[in-house]
């Protein structure tokens, strides 16, 4: 049963539009992420469905019922704030009852609530503490505390890590997808950083320029971009994008130039592909691997190395001035300056038309 | 140091004077700085003057223009950090136009009025004067402003009325810039000397300030030196007090900071 649906949803302020037309239908328990740049209208979403937003149109629906028309309060979610937004003057404990308070539950229920969450989050000692002594992270797990303690049916949580160092946002991660295993609700995530999307959705909805680019599994979204702009956003290092031409031949798949004069070889469908027409070619690092210069393959000159232990990137620049990323070995003796060979690796190129859509390799479509 | 003894070189010789016999000074009042020492005056002032009527007159007067000023401002303040309404903007620039508005300006159409309302020798007549506070609402609405919109928002997701939101999330949260405004709300009203002289006729109505004065008017019949000092001393306890408490915010909100 569909636990979230969005049908429709427009907003503008003023004479500048934020959301058009956006939809999306979202499955019982299912975790998504709203993936985009700054401005992509992916926390103006987020605060439609939550009610601090009204939609200029459209409908949202949670469990079948229209919530647009309720006040936050009675919608049935559950939101974790960017900056926790926790009740400063109120202990850890009493942060947590005010919702529950205004909804009337009992005082032994949530009683048994809080404590419930509190051990579920290791926060049992930090109860009547005020958010003003607890760490960055013991904030954090109070607001998911604050949002579990309400059963909601939906959680929304609006870039929930991005408060936290390196370290604890990486634990903080594994923990959350513990959490989300024993919650019975739906998950909404904004995010902009991709590998939180990855790693936590079981859905990714990326967002730009006011509307959803592309919705898919996390592996779909980074293997079968739906255009050039859901290509260059996933992925890090972003996967290279150059222009090239399409050559006329009798194959099936369709073979391109490089700018720099290198043929490749594509599994790309040529259906629908006019020769001559400009394309983009889309290869993402690993795709493309470092080999001797002699060969027949272009060639390009290093202007950065970036040593990550187990592999290597490469940013060099071909002979027609193009930018291209390629993936080495973790000991690659490539250094800065020289000249290095590249085999991009045509089964695992994507096409993009002049209007940006993509087309993909035959064989990853199957 | 040299600055703090000049500052306190009156307080120091009111001190004396009050605790001086008045015979001793009518004769010469360079007596103060030796012994015998008296609390004659301060027997006098508890039992014969006004001054405890006085003194609860002024204690009404400020905590009631205290209290008044903290609702409104707070309400006003909240409203204008907060609520979306018609020339919102437009209002608070017309609050502010009022901190150019000298008392003076307004103060013979202001007794005409309460004249007519017969407000006169009245505490409503001494307070709601004090009430109109411009500073006082910029001031709660910047601190209004200063607190993350984040909350308001967790609290209505938390199914918070507005109401509830203003009262148990927002107004705990202010009560820093409650207390500062608080302090030199009851300050001013206790120090306040020209409205209460015009409003104030009867020494029954009469707060510290003008009672005092009153007595200190008939120099030639009052009982002495020493005794006008104790009641200056006795009037200036309460303040003392009040300034001892709060010491914390008056120097936060002297050095503009909110102290959060």
Redesign the interface.
């Known amino acids: 049963m569909a636990s979230l649906e969005l049908s429709n949803v427009r907003k503008a302020y003023g004479a500048t539009p934020v959301l058009d037309d956006v939809s999306l239908t979202m499955a019982a328990r299912e975790f998504v992420a709203f993936l985009g740049p700054s401005g992509s209208g992916k926390s103006t979403l987020l605060r439609i469905i939550a009610g601090l937003e009204t939609a200029d149109a459209g409908e949202v629906r949670l469990d079948g019922r229209r919530i647009d028309t309720l006040a936050p309060g009675d919608r049935g979610v559950a939101m974790v704030f960017q900056h926790y937004a926790l009740y400063p003057h109120m202990s850890v404990r009493e942060n947590m009852a005010f919702g529950l308070r205004n909804a009337g539950v009992p005082r032994q229920e949530i009683a048994a609530r809080i404590d419930e969450a509190a051990r579920v989050l290791e926060i049992e000692t930090q109860l009547d503490k005020k958010p003003g002594q607890l760490s960055g992270g013991q904030r954090q797990r109070v607001a998911i505390g604050r949002a579990i303690v309400k059963q909601p049916r939906l959680f929304l949580l609006d870039e929930p890590l991005s408060n936290l160092d390196a370290a604890l946002r990486t634990r903080t991660r594994v923990e959350l997808a513990q959490l989300r295993q024993r919650v019975d609700a739906a998950v909404i995530m904004v995010t902009h950083d991709q590998a939180e999307a990855m790693t936590l959705a079981d859905r990714i909805v990326v967002m730009h320029d006011r509307a959803i680019q592309q919705i898919g599994a996390p592996m779909e979204i980074y293997g079968r971009p739906a255009n050039a702009f859901v290509a260059r956003f996933v992925g890090s290092p972003a996967m290279t994008l150059a222009p090239v031409s399409l050559l006329a031949d009798e194959s099936a798949f369709a073979a391109v130039r490089l700018g720099e004069g290198a043929r490749i070889e594509t599994r790309v469908p040529r259906d629908g592909l006019a020769v001559g027409a400009p394309l983009e070619l889309g290869v993402r690092p690993e795709n493309v691997q470092v080999v001797e210069t002699s060969g027949g393959v272009p060639e390009a000159k290093v202007e950065l190395v970036e040593r990550l232990g187990d592999r290597t990137f490469v940013y060099a620049r071909l002979a027609d001035g193009l930018s291209i990323t390629a993936e080495d070995a973790g000991g690659s003796r490539v250094r800065i300056g020289d000249t290095i060979g590249l085999r991009i690796d045509g089964a695992a190129v994507h096409l993009f038309t002049p209007d940006g859509r993509a087309r993909h390799a035959a064989a990853a479509a199957a | 140091m040299l600055g703090a003894m000049l500052m306190a070189a009156p307080l120091v010789w009111t001190l004396l004077l009050s605790l001086k016999a008045n015979s001793e000074l009518m004769r010469d009042s360079g007596t103060a700085f030796s012994a015998p020492y008296t609390l004659e005056n301060y027997r006098a002032v508890l039992q014969g003057s006004s001054a405890f009527r006085w003194l609860l007159n002024s204690l009404i007067v400020s905590t009631g223009t205290m209290i008044g000023v903290l609702i409104l401002c707070s309400l006003a303040g909240y409203g204008f950090a907060r609520l979306e309404f018609p020339f919102r903007r437009t209002l608070f620039v017309f609050v502010l136009l009022g901190l150019a508005i000298p008392e003076q300006a307004v103060i013979l159409p202001r007794h005409q009025l309460f004249a007519a309302l017969h407000l006169h020798n009245s505490y409503p007549g001494l307070i709601l004067p004090g009430l109109a506070g411009p500073f006082g609402v910029f001031f709660m609405t910047q601190y209004f402003r200063a607190i ?1 919109r ?2 308001d ?8 009325s507005r109401l ?1 939101i203003f009262w ?2 927002l107004l ?2 202010t009560l820093p810039a409650q207390a500062t405004l608080g302090v030199f709300t009851f300050l001013a009203a206790w120090n306040d000397y020209w409205w209460p002289l015009i409003s104030a006729t009867r020494s029954e109505r009469f707060t510290l300030t003008v009672g005092l004065a009153s007595a200190q008017m008939n120099y030639a019949q009052t009982s002495g030196l020493g005794f006008l000092m104790a009641q200056a001393v006795f009037a200036s306890l309460p303040i003392l007090i009040v300034y001892l408490l709060f010491q914390k915010q008056i120097v936060r909100a002297i050095a503009g900071t909110s102290g959060r």
């Open positions: 993350p984040e909350l928002e967790a609290a209505m997701l938390d199914g918070a509830r148990k999330v705990p949260l």
